[in-house]
């Protein structure tokens, strides 16, 4: 079995819809963070492969995180990845997490209702930032608000890759329930344009994704690092962009992602407001960090 590395998509963290490890964060926190990135990413190719047999998809699963584990040295990610856990005295749980979506990425192509869909964004969404949050050495009273925010993202990517999913993988993220109530079946997301019907479940999810981003407003606030908060405020932005498009636009049919210059723009802006919220009304606590900006 070959390494899974070369099964790669040809995607990178500048690709990603929101920042990933952006200047704004520091550079000594950025290494771990890449290093956390290319591991996941190896693990979401193997689970999106489009040929790859389910067998051989959980087989090369186990092997990656056999070498996050020091089982085997078989996956270079998994190696650069436990090296620098082993370095920087962090545990390999948030990365393990991962796995477990991306195993039942291969095996569960349905969602019951939202509770489902949030029980998969546990695994799926919720430890990256939480491993971010465990990198900068922040409280772990962050992750309610950083779970919140981690699982929008997640849900608005399924709902921009919506068709996608559903033509090439034929995994549906859209809670059954959902679709059930509308009047709607996944067959309509093969279809060339959404349907009145199909519109108005998207649009639903989208609000109710657009009330969890409201639970992370807080969020950039209570984080003592200011460079981290400034990279929150301008990913929360980001997303606060992105659903009046899910509520407005096809995404069968029409772009519901920002442009380049259009996400550079609003994360700029989100990052400047916050330091500037940082110097004018910040706390003492924020003020007197050792670390400084």
Not at 55 to 77: I, M, V, W
Request: glycine share 6%.
């Amino acid at each position: 079995m070959s390494e899974s590395a070369a099964l790669r998509s040809g995607k990178g963290h500048r690709d990603e819809n929101f920042p990933v490890a952006s200047l704004l964060i520091r550079r000594r926190f950025r290494a771990p963070i890449l290093a956390f990135y290319e591991f996941v990413r190896v693990a979401d190719d193997i689970a999106d492969h489009p040929t790859l047999a389910r067998d051989e998809k959980l087989a090369r699963l186990d092997r990656l995180e056999a070498s996050l584990l020091g089982k085997n040295s078989d996956e270079p990610q998994g190696v650069a990845l436990r090296e620098i856990l082993k370095e920087r005295e962090l545990s390999p749980q948030h990365a393990q997490d991962l796995l477990k979506a991306f195993r039942q990425d291969v095996t569960k192509l349905r969602y019951k209702d939202w509770d489902d869909l949030i029980g998969y964004c546990t695994y799926s969404a919720m430890p990256v930032g939480r491993f971010v949050l465990d990198v900068h050495g922040e409280a772990k009273s962050t992750w309610p608000a950083n779970d919140a925010l981690c699982a929008a993202l997640q849900i608005i990517n399924h709902l921009q890759d919506c068709a996608k999913d559903y033509r090439e993988l034929d995994r549906v993220y859209l809670p059954q329930d959902f679709l059930s109530r509308h009047g709607v079946g996944v067959e309509a997301l093969g279809e060339a344009r959404a349907s009145p019907v199909l519109l108005a479940c998207l649009r639903e999810l989208a609000a109710r994704t657009g009330v969890l981003l409201g639970e992370s407003a807080r969020f950039p606030e209570m984080v003592r690092d200011r460079r981290l908060a400034m990279e929150i405020a301008a990913i929360e932005r980001l997303a606060a962009r992105l659903i009046p498009l899910l509520q407005t636009r096809d995404p069968l049919s029409e772009r519901v992602h920002l442009t380049k210059p259009q996400a550079a723009m609003t994360g700029a802006g989100a990052a400047a407001a916050e330091l500037w919220r940082r110097l004018t009304r910040g706390g003492s606590a924020h003020r007197s960090q050792a670390h400084g900006y």
